[in-house]
């Protein structure tokens, strides 16, 4: 992921973003606590194959990562996700920042995917006074997003509010990547956002070539014996056949 971003991003060797990497020695004394003390347990029927970790995984890019006192105490305008085993895959020809600055954007994403959300109707069929309801999930292992959108709308912050409280989000799972396709949709009349297709973005063997509107999943069976390199070198599926490609690091 460092690798692709130092290989493709349109710094212009000018300037660099604060790079900020989660991982378990970044837990807060108050989340760790969370963590090692919770009693939630899943409710019956609510995909049993996904783990607590996982769901706290979802909680923390719905919720902790926005309180976190590395995001409050930095005051960013914008923040960007990309997971351990995200890269993007060529040059980026605009800043993708700048870009939403331009754009006067408040959310931006590069697909989209579908999977069941049920647990989240009850919630927004009340907000949206509506009986049926539709969401459309964020491929959220790559988004951005403007902080102060996330803290200043009303209608997110009582949405986020809902799942959170009781729990609920652990005790369902629901899918961060759906849970930020709801807050669009909760806060459609007043979001500005974009589902850009000219950024090369990877995601394991998730491929979306520039050009592509969504995610293509392509096996290959290199990807995964060069990776034991990637301190060395960076290795990524290029292209729209997702050819394995390294390029040395110096």
Known sequence: MIHSITQFYPNNGTFLYPLIIFHEENLTPVMRQQILSTSVSPNTGSRSEKSMGYRLMCRFWTYDVFYHPAIV???YEYLMRMDDDSYFSDRIKKDPFLYMDSRKLD???????KESAYPLYSILKP??????????CVYNNFFMIRLKWYYESPRVQNFVNELIKDNLILREYIGDGCIHG???RVDRRH???EHVRDIPYGHNYHIM???YHQWKFKEVNDF????HKSCEQLTILKG??????????S
């Open 73 to 75: 105490q930095g005051k």
């Open 107 to 113: 959310y931006m994403y590069r697909s989209t995917y």
């Open 127 to 136: 907000i949206l006074k509506k009986k049926y309801v539709h969401i459309t």
């Open 182 to 184: 709801a807050m669009l």
């Open 191 to 193: 979001v500005r956002e």
């Open 209 to 211: 070539p520039p050009g």
């Open 224 to 227: 995964h014996e060069v990776m």
């Open 240 to 249: 729209t056949q997702g050819k394995v490609t390294s390029i040395k690091m």
